[in-house]
């Protein structure tokens, strides 16, 4: 297999030997709890990428992305205020008929579906987002719905057959939606006369409805099947734990063959995002959601994220330590390949690190590299700038620092580099640890001098006076470096000495542009005090 190609390639090669007219990618997601970037590999970027290279190759396709809103909630997620006593007034009803756990939305799935409407464009994504419920009532699965109560024992022995479950002969794979409490979540369906089913509720209610038009719902294994059908699915991909064996995929695949003489679509499993080594869940809420992720990185970074790695390689890393900034370094480093400004140590790296950053840019890449501050060094100027406030002040320290070539930046530029330190401070106040965060040392007390290396601490003024007519931050680290080898002393402990004479710590980010970003003249004026 040519290791150069591109996975959803692959995938896509595979997809289009079904020969159909069009290709439909999907994912699905039940918005009972908060959507978070964990559903959003799965359920919209692992689809958008097969969907992505079946557009480049000219076929017809379409993504869709299927809100599973008549699928009823079983709990209250974390963080959503409601009052244990009040939990009934939620629990058991569908998404679509739950009231909102907030004002302003039209009910619970509303709500949970802002979350992926109302910022999935600003990832480049057009998306198909359909509701489930909705198809029901349109009668889009009235024929499966007949067919499936029709042969319910069919079903049943496949479904115990793959899945080792002792489902009884009398089981219907029907959810009804009770007429008298509202509820879909305690109904048990137990008879069907072929225009009717009969059921109970633990309302106490017996009741007798068609099961048409909105009434009920497939159980889900067999709506999910279902649905393949309704929407043509070609391809889907979900999370791996549905992959197990007997498991949700096995028994849909089943099901399609055995029951429905239908060909199932081509289904990839992915893996878990995870933070800090926990897999997200929107009902415990230990989640990370999109909009969050715009605060403090750009849609290209969430998308190279995907891309650089196969569905089936497990992403684990943290808002909350250096994870976040090598994530923003290898994207970085693909950019500087990509515009031939570095290169790769071999050419089936360079070739996928290009390939992935083409496919993270939202349209294409423009022929000249766009102006993008190293996070890193973002993350470092808003601790000593306001960006907002000091425009010029920024621009002319990132021309000293060579991070841009010009002051004279277009509007469109500004914008954007506005955009990136902005993300940055965002960053820095709600996740950064504390090795992070860099302030000028106000007061320099015995503590910090009493760390400092002697022969290093002489040195302060000379390296003070040798500074003082430099102004670039790559020409100041390296006069640091040769005092310190002129003299005698490690350069490790001048840097040391340095740190701990402007920040009151022992490390951090290059010397040279630290002393910028601080403030030249302070700084200076600090390393000649502290020679005292």
Known sequence: M?????????????????????????????????????????????????????????????????????????????????KKDDEDKFIGFPCKFAPPPFKGFKNWADYFLSQVSGVIDQFGLELNIISSYDLYKKGKFNDLIEFSLNHSKEITIVWNKVAGADKPESFLPIV???????????????AWDRKKVKYKCKCGFNGEISPLNGNAKLHWRVHWAANWIVNNVA?????????????????????????????????????????????????????????????????????????????????????????????????????????????????????????????????????????????????????????????????????????????????????????????????????????????FLEILSEKETSAMDSSARKLLPAVAKKLSGIDSADKMQQAIFEEAKANDVKPKQLFKTIYLSLTGKESGPRAGLLILALGKERCLKRLKDAAN
């Open 176 to 190: 009804v939606t009770c007429e008298q409490c509202g509820k879909s979540l305690f109904t048990t369906a137990i």
């Open 2 to 82: 040519d290791e150069h190609v591109f996975w959803a390639e692959r995938i896509a090669d595979k997809i289009l030997k079904q020969k159909r007219k069009e290709y439909v990618c999907e994912g699905m997601w039940t918005p009972s709890g908060y959507f978070h970037i964990g559903n959003a590999r799965p359920e919209i970027f692992t689809p958008y990428s097969v969907f992505r290279i079946l557009k480049e190759k000219g076929v017809k396709a379409k993504q869709n992305l299927i809100i599973d809103d008549f699928d009823p909630i079983d709990k209250i997620p974390a963080g959503i205020p409601i």
């Open 235 to 439: 391809f889907e991909s979900g999370g791996k734990d549905h992959f197990s064996k007997g498991g949700s995929v096995d028994v849909g695949g089943a099901l399609m063959a055995e029951v429905f003489k239908k060909e199932a679509p081509y289904q990839v499993p992915t893996e878990f995002v995870q933070l800090k080594g926990a897999k997200m869940s929107g009902s415990v809420g230990n989640v990370f959601g999109l909009k969050e992720w715009l605060e403090v990185a750009s849609p290209e970074l969430f998308r190279f994220l995907f891309f650089s790695y196969k569905p089936n390689s497990a992403i684990d890393f943290s808002l909350a330590d250096n994870s976040f900034i090598l994530l923003n370094d290898r994207f970085e480093r693909a950019e500087r390949i990509y515009y031939g400004e570095e290169k790769a140590e071999n050419e089936r790296v360079e070739k996928k690190l290009k390939e992935a950053y083409a496919l993270s840019v939202i349209a294409k890449p423009s022929k000249t590299k766009p102006v993008h501050i190293p996070y890193s060094f973002a993350v470092q100027i808003v601790q000593f700038l306001n960006p907002k406030k000091q425009f010029a002040e920024t621009v002319k320290l990132l021309k000293q620092t060579r991070h841009i070539a010009s002051e004279n930046l277009s509007r469109e530029e500004k914008k954007l580099l506005l955009k990136q330190l902005e993300r940055a401070r965002v960053w820095l106040e709600k996740y950064a640890p504390p090795e992070f965060k860099l302030s």
